[in-house]
C-alpha cells in the first residue's frame, strides 16, 4: 500500500518505497516508521511473511509529532490496528504472531520459545552495546580511539558468532525464517553493504566495524535475507 510521508528522502524503493500519499484507511494496519529505521525493517518483514495488508505512515526525525500523537512516544516503530496501538519492534513482534500466527515467527514448544526470547533480549541488550557506545564516543569532543577499538574488535567478534549459528541451517534458529532473523538482520546487514543515501551515524558504525570477510555462512544468509519482501 502506500506511505502518506511529510518528509521521505528519495531512497531505495525496495526499502522505502515513498508511493502516493492517500488518506488513511480505516480497519487497516497502519505502521508508523522513519526512512532507514532498522527497528521498522525489523516489522515489515514480519508483515511480509505473513502477508499482512499495511498502510505506512512516514515520520520525520525532525517532526515526530504524528507517532507521539498516536502512541504518546516518539519512537518508531509503532503499529494501530483499528485503534490497539502498539509500540516497540519486539512487542510488535509477539502482536503479530498472536494475532497472525500462521506462517509462525516463534516456536509453538515452550524450550524453544524461551530460547527465542533469550536471543531476542539478548540481541538488543548486549550485541547493540558496542555499536551504541562507539557512537556516543564520537560525540565527544577527543573520542578515546583506543576504546573505539576495543568495542570495534568486540563487534567483529561477534560475528563469528552468527557464522556458527548458521553452520548447518538456512535460518539463525532453524531451517524457516524466524523472529530471531527479523531482529537481528536489519542490523547486521550493514556487514556487507550499505545503500549511500543511508547516512545516519549508527549504520555508517556499523558499515565501518563489521565485515562478512571469512564468513560466508554470514554473507550468504545477509543476501538471502535482503532479497525477501518488505511490508510497508
Known amino acids: ?3 502518506i510521508s511529510a518528509a521521505d528522502p528519495a531512497l531505495k524503493q525496495s526499502d ?3 508511493g502516493p500519499s492517500p488518506a488513511i484507511l480505516r480497519g487497516v494496519l497502519r505502521l ?3 526512512p ?3 527497528n521498522a525493517e525489523r516489522v515489515a518483514l514480519a508483515l511480509a511473511h505473513k502477508d499482512i495488508e499495511v498502510e505506512s505512515v512516514v515520520i520525520s526525525y525532525a517532526d515526530r509529532s504524528p507517532v507521539e500523537a498516536v ?3 516518539g519512537l518508531v516503530p509503532v503499529i494501530d ?3 490497539e496501538v502498539v509500540s516497540d519492534s519486539h512487542a510488535i513482534l509477539r502482536y503479530i504472531e498472536q494475532r497472525w500466527p500462521d506462517p509462525p515467527l516463534f516456536p509453538a514448544p515452550s524450550a524453544r520459545r524461551a ?3 533469550l536471543f531476542m533480549d539478548w540481541f ?3 550485541w547493540k552495546g558496542p555499536p551504541n557506545e562507539i557512537e556516543a564516543e564520537l560525540a565527544c569532543s577527543e573520542p578515546d580511539e583506543s576504546r573505539i577499538a576495543r568495542l570495534s574488535a568486540l563487534m567483529d567478534a561477534r560475528l563469528d558468532l552468527f557464522e556458527q549459528l548458521l553452520d548447518g541451517r538456512d535460518h539463525l534458529m532453524g531451517p524457516e525464517l524466524s523472529a530471531a532473523d527479523c531482529v537481528a538482520f536489519p542490523f547486521l546487514k550493514y556487514a556487507r553493504e550499505r545503500h549511500r543515501a543511508d547516512t545516519e551515524t549508527f549504520h555508517v558504525i556499523l558499515d565501518e566495524h563489521q565485515s562478512v570477510a571469512g564468513r560466508p555462512r554470514l554473507a550468504a544468509w545477509i543476501e538471502c535475507m535482503d532479497a525477501r519482501p518488505r511490508r510497508y
Do not use: F, H, I, L
Request: net charge negative; no cysteine; proline share 8%.
Open 16 to 18: 522505502w518505497p515513498p
Open 32 to 34: 508508523y516508521r522513519a
Open 71 to 73: 502512541s504518546g512516544q
Open 1 to 3: 500500500m502506500g506511505a
Open 81 to 83: 490496528n483499528d485503534g
Open 115 to 117: 530460547e527465542m526470547d
Open 124 to 126: 538488543d541488550r548486549v
Open 36 to 38: 532507514w529505521s532498522t
